[in-house]
């Protein structure tokens, strides 16, 4: 039998694991963190914010870059962080980019009432991605409006969309549940009830709406809401693996306040050794085949107890 959850018992997440392996996570110094770069995952340290963010924004640039008119291509990104999304419009603007055959796919969007929210939801990502970015850039230079892909409740032409365009790359966060995008662990019940789903059976998942981890709805309500869980839908509809695997390349951002230094180290071990299990899905990505993960080196931390 696999352990009981800590923080939800009816939920499959990274506490169900065996000990040994949480506390080999945790002993891991930075150091051991930029050794476990192997073949097709490779694990970057980057010492400030200035080249932290700016890194992560050229990656919207470097992608853009590839599409061509007879092949268009983009990128996937997040909320979260959003931090590099000014300076991708900033950096659109000065270098005079023209995004005509240029796409982007939004990574997923907050439910509510049964609906993906619109866009003038307060915490709702495609209003984000247009007020942070997408607005900021020059009319001339502006990405057509059919290039813009968000994910909906009715998915087909979202994941259509991954087949008809090259997604170069898919740029993420980490949550403290351990996902990329809203790829949560699933609850225990029916055939998940004493084990969790294989990785086999998480990775035909496409994208489709979720119910959220408990986890995952304090962090949102921590990051975005000053902590009030109330206003925070409790499900989403969120990119899949199905459509992850389609992009060229993963890159996942670590700036050390989504996630905490234990889940930081616990996710660079699975994909580094290809240790994979659904209660963490981040693990997943041990199996893609070329994933990045970047941390800042101020917010990778230590897991010492230090008591306050």
Not at 171 to 185: L, S
Not at 241 to 246: A, D, N
Request: hydrophobic share 40%.
């Amino acid at each position: 039998m696999r352990q009981i959850s800590r923080v939800a018992p009816e939920w499959w997440d990274y506490t169900t694991l065996d000990k040994e392996l949480l506390d080999r996570a945790a002993s891991l110094s930075v150091e051991d963190l930029q050794g476990l770069s192997r073949d097709g995952f490779t694990v970057k340290i980057y010492d400030t914010k200035e080249e932290f963010f700016l890194a992560e924004a050229l990656e919207y640039i470097e992608a853009w870059s590839k599409a061509t008119s007879d092949m268009p291509a983009g990128i996937c990104g997040p909320i979260g962080p959003t931090e590099q999304l000014p300076l991708v419009a900033q950096l659109v603007n000065s270098l005079n980019f023209d995004l005509k055959n240029c796409h982007f796919w939004g990574m997923d969007e907050w439910v509510v009432d049964g609906k993906e929210a619109d866009i003038n939801f307060p915490l709702g990502f495609a209003k984000a991605d247009m007020d942070l970015c997408f607005n900021k850039i020059r009319p001339e230079l502006a990405m057509p409006k059919e290039n813009f892909h968000f994910p909906a409740v009715d998915a087909s032409a979202y994941t259509k969309s991954y087949d008809d365009f090259r997604c170069v790359l898919m740029q993420g966060g980490q949550g403290e549940v351990k996902h990329w995008a809203f790829n949560d662990p699933l609850k225990r019940e029916g055939a998940y009830q004493d084990v969790p789903p294989t990785p086999e059976d998480y990775r035909k998942l496409s994208t489709r709406v979720v119910d959220l981890h408990p986890m995952t709805l304090m962090q949102n309500a921590r990051t975005s809401g000053g902590g009030t869980v109330q206003n925070v839908p409790h499900q989403a509809v969120t990119v899949g693996p199905v459509e992850t695997w389609k992009a060229e390349t993963v890159s996942i951002w670590h700036p050390g306040h989504h996630d905490n230094p234990f889940g930081m180290r616990l996710t660079t071990l699975m994909i580094s050794q290809k240790i994979i299990d659904a209660s963490v899905p981040m693990s997943l990505l041990g199996d893609h085949p070329n994933v990045r993960f970047s941390f800042l080196r101020d917010g990778i931390g230590v897991c010492d107890v230090e008591m306050h």
